[in-house]
């Protein structure tokens, strides 16, 4: 018989030890938790000790027993003993079979047990109300600093770790300075900030519902007068919901989208600014909501707007009647996608690349003289207009080319205002016109320059639209050091404008002389 020492505890063995192990995994499977006195117990287990492990000692041997581990154990049940013969003279106490409590072992492990036991998440309360996984989405969603980044000119980039979230904020602003000298008068010089802008965008609830913020700060865009702001910070606030490929919806108060170069970003042109057939003939923001694809049947050449709009401009709140602005704009990527909303070929495309676009839309009853723009009429009438475009761009190894044309065409409706002796002043007259420019630019190979030019003009229809003719020529040098968020450009045109006042009757209009200026701006602009 194996010598067995009084004094030796039963929880420092190393097979009971193990034993308690295999017993705790068995009751959390499935054993039966308590011992029941009545049940049927174990056969005793033959009093041979099991064989020793070499690596324990002679003294420490323990001859196995058999036991049902209680999984609430209060008090151990009595273990019934035998002498067993140890050598001369010597005895030895060994347990026979016997239910066996090895606490010390049952509590951690038991502990264990509890924390690797599968627990179920996000599952809603079997009484609950909440539609499967609504606690979830509202409730707090960590963020992914993995994913969190700075890109270059496009603002920080946060993320939750689900991807449920995405904010970026974004700073960009313009300084210019100009130099104006026309032909018969002062030249004269400005030093301004001509664009300070604060814009968010992101998604939210998932990324498919996306939204865009865009607040503007600078004196000419809050339009300073005398000091003080006509007109409210706010450029942008729209969300679009891109479900559907083929027919996404964005509702908000946002850019119009009817010719290219009004939605081409301030921040991402060719040159200092844009042409002058876009100043007069653009339709700018509005309040509204359009449905349309970037990628129509997903054939990689269609796109599509159809929009309906307050026809009031932005910032407005006022109740008006129906005269709303309806629009649609298709285009054609006849030799696939790219980015056709970008000035400047700046990624030197491999494949030439080519976009073409119609657009037209009506504003009835409008507020000013050109649609949504302009000035209001003395008359103090509304006008039904109408306005077309076509226009272009085409992209090759950082050759760029791009054009539009441009019409506006309308009817004035009188109006009721009278003069200081009572009279009813007479119906302003139209701006009825067309526009037409042309740019061509191209980046420089294995440098940072580009070099651009534009002609453009705009002209009368008809004999009584009061619309300024104008015309401008002249060109570009513009150097990228981080694409368009950080560059500096400098340009310089020739412009030439004719004027036209309407006659008492307001019915004709008479020409001025045609006045020439030169115009040279130096323009830095930085996004972060």
């Given at each position: ?21 295999v ?62 013969t ?27 047990a ?82 300070a ?10 990324k498919?519902?996306r939204f ?28 679009d ?22 939605n ?69 990527l ?38 949504i ?9 509304t ?79 008809g ?22 968020p ?36 130096l323009q ?5």
């Amino acid at each position: 018989m194996i010598p067995f020492d009084r004094d030796m505890s039963l929880s420092s063995s190393p097979l009971v030890r193990a034993f308690g192990v295999v017993l705790l995994f068995s009751t959390s499977s499935g054993a039966q938790g308590t011992l029941d006195p009545g049940a049927a117990q174990p056969p005793p287990v033959s009093e041979t000790p099991a064989p020793v492990a070499p690596s324990v000692s002679p003294t420490d041997a323990v001859p196995t027993a058999t036991a049902e581990a209680p999984t609430s154990a209060v008090q151990a049940a009595p273990v019934e003993t035998a002498p067993v013969t140890a050598g001369p003279g010597e005895t030895a106490i060994a347990p026979v079979a016997s239910p066996v409590l090895v606490t010390p072992i049952n509590q951690p492990m038991m502990a264990l047990a509890k924390a690797a036991a599968p627990v179920e998440m996000d599952q809603p309360r079997e009484e609950s109300l909440w539609a499967p996984g609504e606690e979830a989405l509202r409730g707090d969603h960590e963020l992914d600093a993995g994913q969190s980044r700075f890109r270059s000119g496009q603002g920080l980039n946060f993320q939750s770790m689900d991807g449920t979230f995405a904010l970026i904020p974004r700073l960009r602003a313009q300084f210019r300075y100009e130099y104006l000298n026309p032909d018969d008068g002062d030249a004269s010089q400005a030093i301004l900030i001509r664009r300070a802008r604060l814009q968010f965008k992101g998604h939210m609830y998932g990324k498919d519902n996306r939204f865009k913020v865009e607040l503007a700060f600078s004196p000419h865009d809050v339009g300073n007068k005398d000091g003080s702001p006509t007109t409210s910070p706010l450029l942008d606030w729209y969300m679009d919901f891109t479900h559907y490929r083929d027919l996404s919806l964005r509702v908000g108060q946002y850019k119009v989208p009817h010719n290219r170069q009004r939605n081409v970003s301030s921040g991402g042109l060719q040159q200092v600014d844009r042409s002058i057939v876009n100043g007069e003939f653009n339709v700018d923001r509005d309040l509204g909501f359009d449905v349309g694809s970037k990628d129509l049947f997903g054939l990689g050449m269609l796109k599509y707007r159809l929009g309906v709009f307050a026809g009031q401009g932005r910032n407005t709140n006022t109740t008006e009647d129906f005269g709303l602005m309806s629009l649609g704009r298709f285009e054609l990527l006849p030799f696939g996608m790219f980015k056709d909303y970008s000035e400047a070929d700046l990624a030197r495309t491999e494949e030439a690349r080519l976009s073409v676009a119609i657009a037209y839309a009506h504003v009835g009853n409008a507020p000013k003289d050109r649609g949504i723009k302009g000035s209001t009429p003395a008359d103090g009438g509304t006008s039904d207009t109408h306005h077309f475009v076509a226009d272009s761009i085409f992209k090759y190894a950082g050759f760029s080319v791009q054009s539009e044309f441009m019409a506006r065409v309308g009817e004035r409706n009188a109006g009721d205002a009278r003069d200081d002796v009572g009279d009813l002043v007479p119906v302003a007259a139209l701006r009825d016109g067309w526009g037409v420019m042309g740019q061509i630019g191209y980046v420089l190979p294995r440098t940072r320059f580009e070099i651009s030019a534009r002609v453009g003009t705009n002209r009368r229809i008809g004999t009584e639209s009061v619309m300024t003719e104008r015309t401008e020529a002249g060109g570009a040098l513009s150097y990228y050091f981080a694409g368009h968020p950080f560059k500096l450009q400098a340009d310089y045109f020739r412009l030439g404008e004719k004027p036209y006042s309407s006659v008492a009757n307001g019915l004709e209009a008479v020409a001025g002389p045609l006045e020439n200026e030169h115009r040279a701006r130096l323009q830095l602009q930085a996004s972060f």
